[in-house]
């Protein structure tokens, strides 16, 4: 089976480091026959509307500085575009996942995005896009990231129907809130069980809240060799801490779309970790 994945060529200005290495994950994961990719149209401002603060959506659309540059990214035409064609992935990837139980956006889930601005290098929120677009859905974000989801939690204190679980290494000004729950895990302090208690936390929260979907944040920049890594995952440990995430999805029924969000090794390596993830997103749903 080869897992639905969105990406387009706008994803990934070559000239945006950051961006550019999405295009390196899509090439790897299309050669190995792990995905099948697929294109939706950019999100247009109407589908946006609503949920940054008004100021702050014209200031990122239109290029007004300092507002548009806030996120880290330096705002350029490419950058305001890549940023649209993924969160248009995002809600493709999300019908998808409603229809078919399982899609991927190769993209960054921009989990730091606060309602009144970007932030660390988040331009705008691509998981509490999906709650805003589907106010008649429990919208559950599972967050595995290094970095803590504190733009989500924002979101998630302001829209009734959007439910943050973060596992991390490093807080990020992630502390739990309002239908948000934060577990900050060192596993070469901590040990890996205490990992596996975070993901069985988020699994009882899937139990208490019932979420009509799940958003899984699967990033690579907690494993042990990343230069921002201070969670220390294995790729063996990532691997299982996939597993448990789909598992909690595939055997309650409940769709789940994923994104790769952050990795800063060599594109290469991150791209192998991606890999990874999808390889047991297959083995879950096969
Ligand atoms: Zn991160």
């Given at each position: 089976m080869r897992i639905p994945a969105w990406f387009r060529?706008?994803?990934?200005?070559?000239?945006v480091p950051l961006l550019a290495r999405l295009a390196t994950t899509a090439g790897k994961l299309e050669r190995l026959g792990l995905v099948s990719l697929q294109q939706a149209p950019p999100a247009t401002p109407d589908t946006l509307a609503g949920l940054h603060d008004a100021r702050y959506l014209h200031a990122f659309l239109h290029g007004e500085e300092p507002l548009a540059s806030r996120q880290g990214i330096p705002w350029s035409p490419a950058v305001r575009d890549a940023t649209l064609a993924m969160l248009g992935g995002q809600l493709a990837a999300t019908d998808a996942a409603l229809r078919d139980g399982i899609a991927m956006n190769i993209a960054r889930g921009f989990h730091h995005a606060v309602p009144e601005s970007g932030s660390g290098y988040c331009p705008l929120n691509g998981l509490a896009l999906v709650a805003h677009a589907h106010p008649d859905r429990r919208v559950m974000v599972i967050d595995c990231d290094e970095h803590g989801g504190n733009g989500t939690e924002e979101f998630a204190a302001r829209l009734p129907n959007l439910y943050n679980v973060s596992i991390f290494g490093t807080r990020f000004g992630c502390r739990g809130g309002v239908r948000s729950w934060a577990y900050q895990v060192r596993v070469r302090e901590d040990g890996f069980d205490r990992y596996l208690d975070a993901l069985r936390a988020a699994e009882s929260l899937v139990d208490a809240h019932r979420p009509d979907l799940l958003l899984y944040q699967a990033g690579a920049d907690c494993h042990e060799d990343d230069p921002k890594s201070l969670a220390g995952l294995t790729t063996r440990q990532l691997f299982e801490r996939d597993l448990a995430v789909f598992r909690i999805a595939r055997s309650r029924g409940i769709p789940l779309v994923f994104v790769v969000a952050g990795g800063y090794q060599h594109a290469d390596r991150v791209a192998r970790l991606n890999a990874n993830t999808v390889r047991a997103a297959r083995h879950v749903w096969s």
């Open positions: 060529a706008e994803y990934a200005p070559g000239d």
